[in-house]
């Protein structure tokens, strides 16, 4: 992308125009025979230049004419007016991916399931405008967009706002062109081609005023019919020397012509990479639909039928292929036209089988028969017989067919009547309806007429199927011009030579015509087609010999490359699933390790992209070599969440994984690469990523956050933070390595969570952490467990931790800090007013740091969780903390487990929470508190009404302490979760609990493991569930029942509370 030039104060840009193909070139044409509307004048946007006089009536009605004429061809289109929110804010890009420069449209969809990635965007009305007070507008801008995602759709819209004077304002002239207009010429001036649009152009006191505020809009890059070559165009600045219309648009665009005109150029992505960089100086995308505007289109096309929208969404839905290509508007809208006309008219017993539509191929075969369904019924006429269906169809695939296949290798996508008649198409078969529904006729500037598919696939799908017609009786290969070539004979040898040159095609433009192709040979597509398309059990005899064909292109590369997959994409269109099937079964049962040959790689990599299991995340632990690492690389670029653990993975692979998270392609967001054996030198090379990488948020260990992970109370993380995904734990990494991760955090301004536990920091690697905390204003998840960073890394932390505004959870677990480390921590508490979640546990910290941590707790506002979990706190420390939470508000979770407490800090926390009304779970496991300190605790939950967790597992309970508790919870109507394992409630405390159990009704969980309970208590406790509606989980496990009794058990639950699961 070109850097643009600065100046000083704040300029108003430009806006910008453009309009549909149709509808804009009758415009046009009307206007330059004089056939403008005469409509009430619009108002003028304002001068921006008022030192360059109009003429303020005769320009004025000039330009008037020029905008009624515009908006009177545009029309009253479903968007015009009131274009979509996906059209009237596009993503600002910063150049061209690899992906977009060398992939076939599908490809890129399907690579990056269907997300749209880009940080940025900019709204249609400021789109020419500049982006800053000390920036200029742009004067060269792209917008580029897949097959069907609405850039034609786009300009007309922009042209229509634009002559109502709703954008672009600083524009004078809007003057619209497609490269369809331009095809028609050989040579042209640019004084010409501005009076093709704008015959004023010229006229004394116009030209100076007008083209220093006008916008050129060239529609349409990817069909013009000549490639744009910079390097070997000659300059040319003489506005009135006629040169080839290919050079006329590069020194258009450089500059040489014109300069003083902003020009705004549409074109898929491959196209637009033909401008070179340094000459664009704004670059914007069209987002394809959300899987809400999915939905939304459908229900647009059937709007009275909401059932028939939600059969049509879930046939979608049921293929992840379909469904992503359905980000595609125009593909949606294909989709949706198929399945809503066939739900209507069920297909009879003969096609039962054959429906629904499974695979691609199939979708458009009977999107064939929908349109063939409609011929003949114009003007009431009868349909015509079967044979005459047939012979029509024949014929159109001959003619239809050898346009699309020959357009196609010659990567033509428009087609005027010249071309027609070197391809021997015939003319008047065009004119039929059957033809129109897939093709296009419009009208060109030069009164020409153009001739484009309704969409690319259509155009790909009726090359193959001419491709698999014409092959039974073609001698030379197809694709040879001239028909110039070695002997072919048979169908075997055509379709090797169609896989070969697919498999060659550097930009993927064969990949969707050799899914169509192999579609074409499945039964079920045979059974569509017979008789139109087809012939019946045409090709049949070959599906094994294709599937092996094509497995074989499956060559032992280093990379698994967009080709390699696209074969998989075949095989699946063939109806031949066993790779891809055995390779999925692999996955989910963590066989994968086993599975290496190249196949299996690229069925890999398509499962990556196609298969649901993979949709969130790819599971990939212990199952990769560094070799079939390297073979993905590419593919993984696109995956969402990558989960590599424990694969033994060292330095060297970082080395890899860095330059793809490097990539400008990368659209990986969560990382795991927890038990591997990565040291300094692999945190470098990941840390260096770190440095260009926009799209990692998530560099984490902890499994919670996997579909699947734990969901353990001890987590310090709230439900929706992001300290969810295995990252760097348990690996080798040092001082050096954490100094270069944090070198990268002083800049990176993505990644929002990081884990490093069970590594070797230590205190040198917590200060040079801490020293990124300071500036860093992204991380909001640091887990540092492990790394015995000692006193002074706490200190180093807590320094951190006065500055720093945007840390919400730091995890500090059994890092050898005791009371000076706790003291400094806890005076940043005092200050810092982001931390949500603090991690102690496993420390050393004694009564005398608990009472900084009281003082903390007293002052601090925003903490919701504290874990003090096996430290030295003794009921000295646990009572100072329990007066401090008599005052605080906010804290949430409380882990005080393992910290010697008896019942005397029992009795004082009982006192704390008769008064705390904040705080919702209380962890008192595994201290002696026995009866004594649980009867405090019961008597404080008759009052509190907010507390809904208490974990009491072995603190030394008998059937006192159970009989307080069930008191308790006869009244108590907050409390979800008790938790009483490993104490001695025996059958007096059960019968405690079960007369609770009868009355309560808001406990949810409640486990009575290894309490003694015998047989007797247990059967109190099953029958008191007659009267309880709210239990959802008991467990009665080690209470010494037998398997009769926990028979009895079990059934007298299943009776009482059917909803309520018991663990026996």
């Known amino acids: 992308m070109r850097k643009q030039e600065l100046r000083p104060g704040g300029e108003t840009g430009q806006g910008h125009t453009a309009s549909s193909p149709a509808e804009q070139v009758k415009a046009l044409v009307d206007l330059l025979a004089g056939k403008g509307g005469q409509g009430p004048q619009a108002p003028q946007p304002p001068n921006r230049t008022p030192e360059c006089p109009l003429k303020p009536r005769g320009n004025d009605l000039k330009i008037q004419k020029h905008r009624e004429a515009l908006l009177n061809r545009t029309g009253g289109g479903p968007e015009l007016g009131s274009p979509s929110p996906r059209l009237t804010s596009l993503l600002m890009v910063e150049g061209l991916t690899d992906l977009q420069l060398r992939e076939h449209d599908f490809t890129q969809v399907e690579a990056t399931r269907g997300r749209w990635c880009s940080a940025k965007t900019i709204a249609l009305d400021r789109l020419f405008l500049p982006l800053s007070r000390v920036s200029i507008p742009p004067r060269i801008s792209i917008t580029i967009g897949v097959a069907g995602v609405g850039k034609t759709t786009l300009v007309r819209n922009f042209v229509h706002l634009w002559a109502r004077g709703q954008v672009g304002k600083d524009f004078s002239l809007v003057l619209p062109l497609t490269f369809r207009d331009l095809n028609t010429h050989e040579k042209l001036s640019a004084d010409r081609l501005l009076r093709s649009v704008f015959p004023h152009t010229g006229e004394a006191g116009l030209a100076s005023a007008v083209l220093s505020k006008a916008l050129l809009v060239l529609d349409g890059l990817d069909e013009c019919k000549t490639p744009l070559d910079f390097s070997n165009t000659v300059a040319c600045m003489d506005p009135k020397k006629e040169i080839q219309v290919d050079h006329l648009i590069t020194n258009i665009i450089r500059g040489n012509l014109f300069p003083e005109v ?233 379709f090797r030579s169609a896989a070969q040159r697919a498999m060659q095609a550097e930009d993927g433009r064969l ?127 696109y995956c969402r969440s990558l989960r590599l653990d424990t694969n033994q993975f060292q330095d060297p692979v970082m080395e890899l994984l860095g330059s793809v998270l490097s990539g400008k392609d990368c659209r990986i967001q969560r990382i795991s690469l927890a038990e591997n054996q990565i040291s300094n030198k692999g945190a470098k090379a990941l840390a260096r990523s770190l440095l260009v990488n926009r799209s990692l948020t998530t560099l984490d260990s902890t499994k919670q956050g996997f579909p699947g992970g734990s969901d353990s109370k001890e987590s310090t993380c709230s439900a929706g933070d992001p300290c969810s995904v295995p990252g760097l734990r348990s690996n080798s990494i040092g001082p050096q390595g954490a100094k270069a991760l944090a070198d990268a955090l002083k800049i990176n301004r993505t990644l929002a969570s990081l884990s490093l536990q069970s590594n070797r920091i230590r205190d040198d690697g917590a200060r040079c952490m801490a020293e990124a905390l300071a500036t860093n204003r992204t991380l909001s998840v640091l887990q540092f467990s492990s790394n015995s960073i000692g006193d002074g890394g706490a200190k180093a932390l807590a320094e951190a931790l006065m500055v720093n505004q945007g840390l919400k959870s730091l995890d500090l677990q059994s890092n050898s800090i005791s009371d000076p480390g706790v003291a400094a921590l806890m005076g940043a508490l005092c200050t810092n007013q982001t931390l949500l979640s603090l991690n102690l546990r496993e420390n050393s910290i004694s009564p005398e740091g608990a009472q900084d941590l009281a003082r903390a707790l007293r002052t601090n506002s925003t903490l919701k969780s504290l874990d003090l979990t096996a430290n030295l706190l003794h009921d000295q420390g646990a009572q100072a903390v329990a007066e401090a939470v008599r005052e605080n508000r906010t804290l949430t979770s409380l882990h005080l487990q393992w910290n010697f407490i008896q019942a005397g800090a029992a009795k004082a926390l009982g006192q704390a929470l008769q008064l705390n009304t904040s705080l919702t779970s209380l962890d008192l496991q595994e201290n002696a508190i026995g009866d004594e300190g649980a009867s405090a605790v019961a008597s404080a939950l008759k009052v509190n009404t907010v507390l809904t967790a208490l974990y009491l597992q072995v603190a030394s309970i008998g059937a006192p302490g159970a009989q307080a508790l069930g008191e308790a919870l006869a009244v108590n109507r907050t409390l979800e979760i008790l938790d009483l394992r490993g104490n001695t409630i025996e059958v007096a405390g059960a019968k405690a609990l079960a007369s609770a159990l009868k009355v309560n009704s808001s406990l949810q969980r409640l486990n009575l493991q290894e309490n003694s309970l015998g047989m007797e208590g247990a059967i109190c406790v099953a029958t008191a569930l007659s009267g309880n509606h709210g239990l959802r989980h008991i467990n009665l496990q080690g209470n010494h029942i037998g398997e009769s009794g926990a028979r009895m058990i079990s059934e007298a639950i299943k009776t009482n509370a059917p909803s309520c699961t018991v663990e026996m």
């Open 262 to 494: 902003s020009v705004w150029i549409t074109s898929r992505p491959g196209a637009a990479g033909q401008i070179p960089g340094g000459l664009v100086d704004r670059m914007t995308e069209i987002r394809g639909f959300s899987e809400e505007e999915i939905k939304t289109c459908l229900e647009q096309m059937f709007p009275e039928d909401p059932v028939l929208t939600g059969w049509v969404l879930s046939q979608v839905q049921a293929d992840r292929t379909l469904y992503l290509m359905c980000t595609v508007p125009a593909f949606c809208r294909l989709v949706g036209a198929a399945l809503g006309h066939l739900h209507r008219k069920r297909p009879g017993p003969p096609d039962a089988e054959l429906w629904p539509p499974r695979t691609l191929c199939e979708l458009y075969s009977w999107y064939f028969r929908v349109a063939l369904g409609g011929e003949g019924q114009e003007k009431a006429k009868a349909s015509p017989r079967i044979e005459q269906v047939a012979h029509g169809c024949r014929k159109l695939v001959g003619t239809l067919g050898r346009l699309a296949f020959h357009g196609l290798v010659r990567k033509k996508y428009v087609f005027y009547e010249p071309d027609l008649k070197v391809l021997g198409v015939d003319l008047v078969l065009l004119q039929t309806a059957l033809c129109g529904r897939f093709l296009q006729r419009e009208e060109t500037l030069a009164s020409a007429a153009a001739y484009c598919f309704t969409h690319l696939s259509l155009q790909e799908f009726l090359a193959a199927a001419y491709y698999c017609s014409a092959s039974k009786r073609a001698i030379f290969d197809l694709f040879t011009e001239g028909g110039v070539s070695w002997p072919r004979l048979g169908f075997l040898t055509h």
């Open 511 to 637: 990949d969707v015509f050799l899914r169509f192709l192999s579609g074409l040979l499945s039964p079920r597509v045979n059974a569509l087609l017979a008789g139109s398309l087809l012939t019946q059990g045409e090709h049949q005899g070959y599906q094994a010999q294709v599937a092996e064909l094509l497995q074989g292109c499956l060559r032992p590369d280093v990379a698994v490359c967009a080709r390699a997959i696209n074969v998989l994409h075949c095989l699946r269109e063939l109806q031949h699933t066993e790779l891809a099937r055995s390779v999925e079964e692999a996955v989910a049962s963590g066989g994968l390790a086993r599975l290496t040959s190249p196949p299996h790689r690229a069925a890999l990599a398509y499962l990556l992209q196609v298969s649901d299991v993979c949709a969130w995340e790819a599971p990939l632990p212990l199952c990769l070599s560094p070799g079939v690492l390297q073979s993905l690389l590419p593919q993984l670029l």
